[in-house]
């Protein structure tokens, strides 16, 4: 069934450039160099050949599409119910594989996947936005694992990272630096894109290199045309060199279709109507059309539905019609997404290029559940533990996946687009961790359209693409002897769909839930399976250990752990002996490194005596540099002078779905909190300013709900109330920062364009929080 017979229009096949990249590998790098005669003048001098790192002739290119939070059911080609006619087109000239794994969670597999090394050897075994002080999650990519950019850039390619970039740490996310762990210190030459989980598809905060982006104010702007007008750029600037173009590497890392799940109105037309059937008809259909393209066994059962996602025949007409367009968001996003992958294919194949261009499309993990039971209009609301209602839902139903909404999905859809394996992201089950892979190379794969069952880790991409384009893993990078690469390259599956699987030992660890994979034995733990409730935080322990053969159970039905107890504990040993060897422990829920980075965080705050200064205007802080506003009580003075100009922002934290800001508008101050439902709470002061003056800012939180602030200016009270709403918060926004001068992103209050800068003159600007709380 999966024995495609090659297309005798290939150029070459993967096993002949292999037996040459044998050869190649032993004498790498190969520059014959001519060595100058040095005399005292140039008469008597002979000059030397000037040599640099170059591509052998004819390497591939090398473009990769990371896709965020998509499920193995969820592209078209893997059987889903979304048009993705560009990924399908690769697949078409390539290969899908049916047993390819990441890690649960996005920052994990994104430093797996570019170091070839498993993730918690490399410092982030969770989320980098919850790095604490231990080897394994500390967020810090060791020096010694230098990615696949630096190793190609080594060997004359050039390397592009475009898009998502949230595997540093998050004190590094500034204009400050350091650098270490951006793109540029991590091998890539070019980056555009954002340090952040997520991104807001119409009004992102990005980097250009190093340097801040401005909002792009065309109307029609969205992510992933952004993103996609980038890389053709810089995939089409090599012809400066002339008909010898160097080979790039292209890291293409949409914040597609992690939530918001956004895109233009003619995009969620499309798709109007298109999921009212629900997720239980779509599970059916999905599994139908897996069995006929061969990527699951003809058996397959689907499991059943998990605890919390209703039966769809179970639901009100109100949820049933809110569910359904939070579907269509998101398909609306990923075929949008798609068509503007295609435009870069086409770019490459109008170059005459494509044939020789590696394209892998995967995915980062499962589709995520994050969104609960009901979904959610704002993201930030799980971000903080709370959880939308039907009835909040329904108030943003015409805005869902517009710029009036920052929107995820029902769990229930997250279940459907794992077909047909079990849960989803954060989870260790297959749900969480088997997603597409997809990867075509005309000039050096020849099984056009084949499909491939070997087991493959995120880890193994490295490696493999390594073989792929004869490239041999770089001795050292920027002086540091490179550890090896712990990956299992697949290459050898290229040619071989008959070829037994060489990975041996897999190992899935994040925050509790956790996993082992051995020779088709797989043992698991199902620790929080409710991932998106951080107040379930279960007592770690051994004694909910799962077992299964996945050859002949592949979605986990049949649990063997009472009936091969013998097996279980020696997979339980080969989880610990992984665990020991890649850092693993010690092992913590999510509240136990949330109280963590809190008490890291207060540490801070006692150690700069609860102080911030700064001076002018003040861009693109992350918020866990700024001052705590989200969750202390504080005061702050601010030095204006509005008479070249008094409308404007002064600070600014968060935005349109979570934050809070001081303003001047006509030269009256305003003080405005935005809670998490999106309602906004204001405070003006009695009189406008008309000079030089000195504003005075008191916030006392009197309980996690409720607050009082004072307004002064030049020590005059001139205005006073109290606040109610859910006060205290984790974080306002991953998208957005602290600023001073100007609100980037988003803007709290209504009716002004983001990002309202100060027209006047800003001097001196200090922020004094509370420290003990």
Request: glycine share 10%; proline share 6%.
């Amino acid at each position: 069934m999966h024995n495609i017979a090659a297309s005798p229009r290939r150029v070459a096949t993967f096993a002949s450039v292999t037996a040459l990249a044998t050869a190649l590998f032993s004498a790498f790098p190969a520059h014959a160099q001519t060595q100058a005669t040095i005399g005292q003048t140039l008469e008597t001098s002979v000059e030397g050949s000037i040599e640099r790192p170059e591509a052998r002739e004819g390497a591939p290119n090398i473009l990769v599409w990371m896709l965020d939070d998509t499920g193995f059911g969820q592209l078209g080609c893997y059987g889903g119910l979304v048009d993705t006619p560009n990924i399908d087109r690769v697949a078409r000239r390539g290969l899908r594989y049916s047993n390819y794994h990441a890690t649960p969670i996005c920052s994990a597999s994104r430093a797996s996947f570019l170091t070839g090394r498993n993730s918690h050897e490399v410092h982030i075994g969770g989320h980098s936005a919850m790095s604490i002080g231990f080897p394994g999650q500390d967020a810090l990519v060791p020096r010694g694992a230098g990615t696949i950019a630096e190793n190609l850039r080594q060997s004359g390619y050039l390397t592009y990272a475009v898009g998502k970039w949230d595997h540093l740490p998050p004190t590094d996310a500034s204009a400050a630096g350091p650098f270490t762990y951006w793109p540029s210190g991590q091998g890539f030459d070019q980056f555009y894109g954002f340090l952040s989980y997520d991104a807001n598809n119409f009004a992102p905060l990005l980097w250009d290199g190093h340097s801040s982006v401005a909002l792009d104010e065309d109307p029609a702007y969205h992510l992933s045309s952004d993103m996609a007008n980038r890389a053709i750029a810089e995939i089409e600037a090599r012809q400066a060199k002339g008909p010898k173009r160097p080979p790039f590497f292209m890291y293409w890392a949409t914040g597609a279709v992690h939530s918001p799940h956004h895109a233009p109105d003619e995009w969620l037309e499309k798709y109007r109507g298109k999921f009212d059937e629900g997720w239980d008809v779509a599970r059916e259909r999905i599994l139908a059309r897996q069995k006929e393209l061969g990527l699951v066994p003809a058996n397959t059962q689907l499991p059943p539905r998990p605890e919390g996602m209703p039966a769809w025949t179970d639901l009100s007409e109100t949820q049933q019609r809110g569910y359904a367009r939070a579907m269509e968001a998101f398909a609306a996003q990923l075929a949008h997404a798609d068509f503007e992958f295609g435009r870069m294919l086409d770019a490459l194949e109008a170059s005459g290029e494509l044939d020789n261009t590696i394209v892998v499309v995967t995915s980062d993990n499962g589709a995520s559940g994050e969104g609960a039971v009901e979904g959610t209009f704002s993201e930030f609301m799980m971000a903080n533990g709370r959880f939308a209602s039907v009835e909040q839902n329904e108030m943003f139903l015409d805005e869902w996946g517009r710029a009036g909404s920052y929107p995820l999905y029902p769990v229930g859809w997250a279940v459907a687009g794992d077909t047909p394996f079990r849960y989803y992201k954060q989870t260790a089950h297959e749900g969480g961790i088997r997603v597409p892979f997809i990867i075509s190379w005309p000039a050096g794969i020849g099984d056009e359209g084949g499909i491939r069952d070997q087991y493959a880790h995120i880890s193994d991409v490295m490696p493999t693409l390594l073989e792929a384009a004869q490239v041999a893993p770089a001795e050292t990078v920027n002086g540091t002897s490179q550890a090896p690469i712990s990956g299992t390259s697949f290459a050898y599956s290229f040619e071989d769909p008959s070829a037994d699987t060489r990975k041996s030992v897999q190992y899935y660890e994040m925050y509790g839930n956790r996993a082992v994979w051995a020779d088709g034995w797989k043992a698991v733990v199902p620790h929080r399976l409710r991932t998106w409730d951080f107040s379930l935080q279960p007592p770690i322990s051994d004694d909910e250990w799962q077992l299964y053969y996945l050859p002949d159970d592949p979605n986990e039905l049949n649990d063997l752990a009472a009936a091969e107890p013998a097996k279980l504990e020696e997979m339980k040993a080969r989880f610990d002996a992984e665990a020991v060897k890649y850092n693993v422990f010690p092992l913590t829920n999510t509240g136990g490194a949330q109280a963590l980075m809190s008490q890291r965080v207060s540490k801070a705050l006692r150690d700069r005596n609860g102080e911030f200064r700064y001076s002018g205007i003040v861009d693109r802080i992350p918020e866990s540099l700024a001052p705590p506003v989200s969750t202390h009580s504080y005061t702050a003075t601010f030095a204006v002078d509005p008479t070249s100009g008094d409308n404007g922002t002064l600070f600014a934290v968060g935005g349109r779905f979570g934050g809070v800001g001081l303003y001047m508008r006509d030269g009256v101050p305003v003080f405005a909190q935005r809670y998490m439902d999106t309602r906004l709470q204001t405070l003006e002061a009695s009189r406008a300013i008309k000079g030089p003056a000195v504003i005075g800012l008191e916030f006392d939180r009197t309980s996690p709900t409720t607050a009082s602030v004072r307004m002064e200016i030049d020590g005059e009270e001139v205005a006073s109330g109290d606040l109610s709403g859910i006060l205290s918060i984790y974080v306002f926004s991953s998208n957005e920062t602290f600023d001073i001068g100007r609100d980037n992103g988003t803007v709290v209050i209504d009716d002004v364009p983001s990002p309202f800068p100060f027209e006047g003159k800003i001097g001196e600007t200090e922020f004094k929080v509370a420290v003990d709380e």
